[in-house]
T-cell receptor, first 111, second 112 residues
Framework: DGGITQSPKYLFRKEGQNVTLSCEQN?????MYWYRQDPGQGLRLIYY???????QKGDIAEGYSVSREKKESFPLTVTSAQKNPTAFYLC??????????FGQGTRLTVV | KQEVTQIPAALSVPEGENLVLNCSFT??????LQWFRQDPGKGLTSLLL?????REQTSGRLNASLDKSSGRSTLYIAASQPGDSATYLC???????????FGKGTTLSVSS
C-alpha cells in the first residue's frame, strides 16, 4: 500500500522534553513537508525538504528541528525551545508538480 | 506574500442541495491549486488538483474551477450527502516557493 505513515497518533510531552514525530513515505516523492494545525489558524508550514540531506525553514520553524537522511523519512523533533507545542502535526509529500499527499497526523499534547 | 482565503468559514445545507465553496488567492503566479477534505481529527485527503494551465477538474460529484487571473477557485459539490460533512481546504503552490499555502477551510455540514 503506497502512502504516508505518521507515528505515533497521539504523543504526550512533559515540560522541557524533546520529542520526535515520525513520517515515512513509500511514494518515491522527493519533497516532504511538516505543517502544524491549530484551531482557527489553518495549516502553517514548519519545515520542508526537496531532496535528501537538504531542508529549509518554513514560517514557524523556531523550536523545531528536522533531518532528511533518507528519501523515505523526514522526522520532526519538537524541542524544549518550542513554548506552545500542543497542536496537530501533519506530514506531507509531493513528487514534482503533482498532488500532495498527507499522513493521518500526530496530536501532541503537553502535560 | 501569498494569502489564501476561504469563504464562508462554515456552511450548513440540507441533503440533496448543490453547493459552492470559494477560495481566493492574492498572487496569481501559481503552479497549481489543490482541494482537500479533512474529517475531524484526521489527515487531509486530496480531492482535486488543478494545474495553472487548466480551467477545471472533475471527480464524481465534485467539480473544481480555476480562474487564475482573478485569483479564484470554486469547488462545486452536486447533490450533497451527509457523508460530505467535513472541512474543505484549498491550497496553492505559488511560483515563489515549493510548499503549499493553505486557506483556513470551510466546514460543511449536510443534514439528512
Amino acid at each position: 500500500d503506497g502512502g504516508i505513515t505518521q507515528s505515533p497518533k497521539y504523543l504526550f510531552r512533559k515540560e522541557g522534553q524533546n520529542v520526535t514525530l515520525s513520517c515515512e513515505q513509500n511514494l518515491n516523492h522527493d519533497a516532504m513537508y511538516w505543517y502544524r494545525q491549530d484551531p482557527g489558524q489553518g495549516l502553517r508550514l514548519i519545515y520542508y525538504s526537496q531532496i535528501v540531506n537538504d531542508f529549509q525553514k518554513g514560517d514557524i520553524a523556531e523550536g523545531y528541528s528536522v533531518s532528511r537522511e533518507k528519501k523515505e523519512s523526514f522526522p520532526l523533533t519538537v524541542t524544549s525551545a518550542q513554548k506552545n507545542p500542543t497542536a496537530f502535526y501533519l506530514c506531507a509529500s509531493k513528487g514534482g508538480n503533482t498532488e500532495a499527499f498527507f499522513g493521518q497526523g500526530t496530536r501532541l499534547t503537553v502535560v | 506574500k501569498q494569502e489564501v482565503t476561504q469563504i464562508p468559514a462554515a456552511l450548513s445545507v440540507p441533503e440533496g442541495e448543490n453547493l459552492v465553496l470559494n477560495c481566493s488567492f492574492t498572487d496569481s503566479a501559481i503552479y497549481n491549486l489543490q482541494w482537500f477534505r479533512q474529517d475531524p481529527g484526521k489527515g487531509l485527503t486530496s480531492l482535486l488538483l488543478i494545474q495553472s494551465s487548466q480551467r477545471e477538474q472533475t471527480s464524481g460529484r465534485l467539480n473544481a474551477s480555476l480562474d487564475k487571473s482573478s485569483g479564484r477557485s470554486t469547488l462545486y459539490i452536486a447533490a450533497s450527502q451527509p457523508g460530505d460533512s467535513a472541512t474543505y481546504l484549498c491550497a496553492v503552490r505559488d511560483q515563489a516557493g515549493t510548499a503549499l499555502i493553505f486557506g483556513k477551510g470551510t466546514t460543511l455540514s449536510v443534514s439528512s
